[in-house]
């Protein structure tokens, strides 16, 4: 397989630098884009792998680069923003990323969610048609409507296995709440969100061995939720 190409979108020289090298050392390919109109000429005229994209950009906001990558193309787009408010990662993943960094970021955190976006894409693909899901001990069978865990049918509530099926064909992507209850119950009323969170507990109750450390399904507070991709 060919080394993976990553397109950095950062205006900001010495961070843009910084990752160039770092993601050489690691074996992966990249273009560095300083704005956000050489960033679109850039995903176009490269289809990269991955895109690392800031959203403070000097010509168009980040999250405009994401709707308009969106328009074409399913590319993986992980946000790297000093935007730490909830409503900014909610904007952003609801315009299409597939997960977001808050800066000041590690190295080692980002190296970690490009081998897992790597091996999320070199997984692919989870096309709508696919008929079963495994992750780690989770195995769905979309046809029959069936949950099982450890070979062990889960008693599911219909909204309970929807919320599982919802999680596990975007596997490894963060859902906002808006996005999940509008896929659920066909709306984004505030009291959805509270009936998310009680669903969602009766779920991971069934689900994961320990539902106070859950570990298929992540938690990110204010924002939304995450189904993990175990290595199986
Ligand atoms: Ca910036």
Redesign the pocket.
């Known amino acids: 397989m060919n080394k993976p190409l990553i397109l950095i979108v ?3 020289a010495p ?1 843009r630098n910084l990752m160039s090298v770092t993601l050489e050392a690691r074996g992966y390919r990249y273009i560095a884009a300083p704005n956000a109109n050489s960033a679109i000429l850039d995903a176009t005229s490269h289809n990269p792998d991955i895109v690392l994209l ?5 010509d168009l906001d ?1 999250v405009e680069v994401i709707r308009k990558i969106r328009s074409w193309s399913n590319m993986p787009i992980i946000v790297i ?2 935007r730490s408010d909830d409503s900014d990662k909610i904007e952003a993943l609801d315009a299409g990323a597939d997960d977001y960094l808050t800066k000041p970021f590690s190295i080692d955190e980002l190296l970690a969610r490009l081998r897992a976006t790597m091996r999320r894409l070199n997984q692919q693909p989870d096309a709508p048609t696919q008929t079963t899901f495994t992750n780690g001990q989770l195995h769905i069978d979309y046809a029959a409507g069936c949950a099982y865990v450890k070979d062990e049918e889960l008693h599911l509530t219909p909204i309970e296995y929807k919320l599982l099926c919802l999680l596990s064909r975007n596997c490894g992507k963060v859902l906002t709440h808006k996005y999940i209850t509008q896929e659920v119950w066909g709306s984004s009323w505030e009291n959805n969100v509270a009936s998310l969170r009680v669903f969602m507990a009766t779920l991971r109750k069934k689900l994961e061995s320990q539902p106070d450390s859950p570990s298929y399904i992540q938690t990110h507070v204010g924002i939304g939720y995450r189904m993990l991709k175990m290595d199986n």
């Not at 800031?54 to 000097?58: I, Q, R, T, V």
């Open positions: 950062e205006d900001d961070i800031d959203l403070g950009l000097p980040g923003s000093a």
